[in-house]
């Protein structure tokens, strides 16, 4: 799973995802936390054909049956496995409405110490990530207020030489059994498909990043 991670600035995003800078960007916060207001791009909604669309909402979907949009659980990560089939997520996949989150950089705590040592992951080719993510529009029944807010997917990476390095492992359970999490990278010639694709079809970008993608390592003290 992913609690943080930092989100280029719009004109970075638009630099590589061509999404065009017809109307004035939003502003967001680099630093992103689960609820923080951040940068997802997504099929745009209103054109008859095919565009992408920058979009700025909440990281932690709001599913349809929210009461509010302050969920009392969190919603900013989703097991890709599961989607299909739970609550929260089903129906935004089953509309295919699948998206792309921008990342400079995300990080991930790494317990081999004994101690929770935070790790930064960035591209090796220092390209922005483009993770996979689902969103969704809620509107609050009471105000008619429409809120925009995302999710990220995971998949499990017990298997992984790097990814299955991080987070705290449960000594009750065997190594290929502890169901580490990591994000999924949609790569720059997947974009389309995952945006505009069939379900099937995203399906099978739905995998993990071979170790040379990566540069990672410990963060350094601020």
Known sequence: ???RYTAPSGIDIERQWHIGG???????????FPRS???FIRRARHDAGFSRELAVGQWGLIPWFAKAARLPYATNNARSE????TASFKQPWARGQRCIIPALDFDEPNWESGRNVWWRFRRANAALWGLAG????WTDKATGECHESYTMLTLNADAHPLMSRMH???PKLGADAQDKRSVIAIEADEVDRWLAG???EAVALLKLSPVAVFAAGPVEPS
């Open 134 to 137: 689902l969103w969704n529009t």
């Open 198 to 200: 069939t379900n099937a």
């Open 82 to 85: 599961d989607i299909a089939r």
């Open 168 to 170: 705290k492992p449960d």
């Open 1 to 3: 799973m992913c609690n």
């Open 37 to 39: 207001q951040g940068p």
């Open 22 to 32: 017809r109307n004035p960007l939003p502003v967001w916060a680099p630093a992103q």
